[in-house]
C-alpha cells in the first residue's frame, strides 16, 4: 500500500515569514510524481507545485519550492514570504502507475493560517 | 462553460434514498476521479477512471457506483444513503496520466 503522511495537522505563521510544511510517503515504486495541492476556504482544489522522482533537482513555483529527499522518502513545501492568501489546507498527494491503482493518493492535510 | 462542473453544489437527503451526483468536463481528459472529503481524513478515493467503459475502486467504494458511458461524465450514485455518507465530494480530471489535476467545486451532502 501506497501512504501519504503529514504530522503537522496545524500550523501557523506570520505575514513575510517562511514556513516548511512536512510530507513523508511510502511506495516501492520507482517511478512517481508528487504534488502539493492548496485548498483555501473557498474549497476549490488548486496545484501548486509537482515534482516528478526520477529529477533530481527540487521544484520551484515562485515563492513555494520543495527540498525532494528521495532516499528518505521526503516532500517538504517551503513558503517564502508568506502572505494572508496562503492561508490555506494544504495537501500533498502522491501518484504512480502500478498494479494497485494510478490515482492521487492525498495525506490528512495541513491547516495553515498566516497571520498579520 | 469550459472547465469541470459538478452538480448540484449542496444535496439534502434522507438515510435510504438513491441519490447521483453528477460531474462533467469539457476537456476530454482521460482520466476521473471522485474523492471524498471529510475532516480528519483529508481525500479519500472512491473510484476512478482511465477512459469511458473503464473504472476501478479506489480506498472507500462501499455503498457507491459509477458509469462513465461518456468521456466527459462521471456520475456518482449512492444506492441507498447513509449518514456515514455525509461529506464533500470532489470530482477531479487529469489529461494525462500524473499531468495537474483539475477538481470540480464540491459537492456538500448532508444525509439525514
Known amino acids: 500500500a501506497q501512504t501519504v503522511t503529514q504530522s503537522q495537522p496545524e500550523m501557523s505563521v506570520q505575514e513575510a515569514e517562511t514556513v516548511t510544511l512536512s510530507c513523508t510517503y511510502d511506495?516501492?515504486?520507482?517511478?512517481?510524481?508528487l504534488f502539493w495541492y492548496k485548498q483555501p476556504p473557498s474549497r476549490q482544489m488548486i496545484l501548486v507545485i509537482r515534482q516528478e522522482a526520477y529529477k533530481q533537482q527540487n521544484a520551484t513555483e515562485n515563492r513555494f519550492s520543495v527540498n525532494f529527499q528521495k532516499a528518505a522518502k521526503s516532500f517538504s513545501l517551503k513558503i517564502s514570504d508568506s502572505q494572508l492568501g496562503d492561508t490555506a489546507m494544504y495537501f500533498c498527494?502522491?501518484?504512480?502507475?502500478?498494479?494497485?491503482?494510478?490515482?492521487?493518493?492525498f495525506g490528512k492535510g495541513t491547516s495553515l493560517l498566516v497571520t498579520p | 462553460d469550459a472547465g469541470i462542473t459538478q452538480s448540484p453544489r449542496y444535496k439534502i437527503t434522507e438515510t435510504g434514498r438513491q441519490v447521483t451526483l453528477m460531474c462533467h468536463q469539457t476537456w476530454s481528459h482521460s482520466y476521473m476521479f471522485w474523492y471524498r472529503q471529510d475532516l480528519g481524513h483529508g481525500l479519500r478515493l472512491i473510484y476512478y477512471?482511465?477512459?469511458?467503459?473503464?473504472?476501478d475502486k479506489g480506498e472507500v467504494p462501499d455503498g457507491y457506483v459509477v458509469s462513465r458511458s461518456k468521456t466527459e461524465n462521471f456520475p456518482l450514485t449512492l444506492e441507498s444513503a447513509t449518514r456515514s455518507q455525509t461529506s464533500v465530494y470532489f470530482c477531479?480530471?487529469?489529461?494525462?496520466?500524473?499531468?495537474?489535476?483539475?477538481f470540480g467545486q464540491g459537492t456538500r451532502l448532508t444525509v439525514v
Open positions: 477512471s482511465a477512459a469511458a467503459d473503464i473504472t
Open positions: 498527494a502522491f501518484m504512480t502507475s502500478s498494479n494497485s491503482g494510478y490515482a492521487l493518493n
Open positions: 477531479a480530471s487529469q489529461g494525462g496520466f500524473a499531468t495537474e489535476a483539475f
Open positions: 511506495t516501492s515504486e520507482s517511478n512517481y510524481y
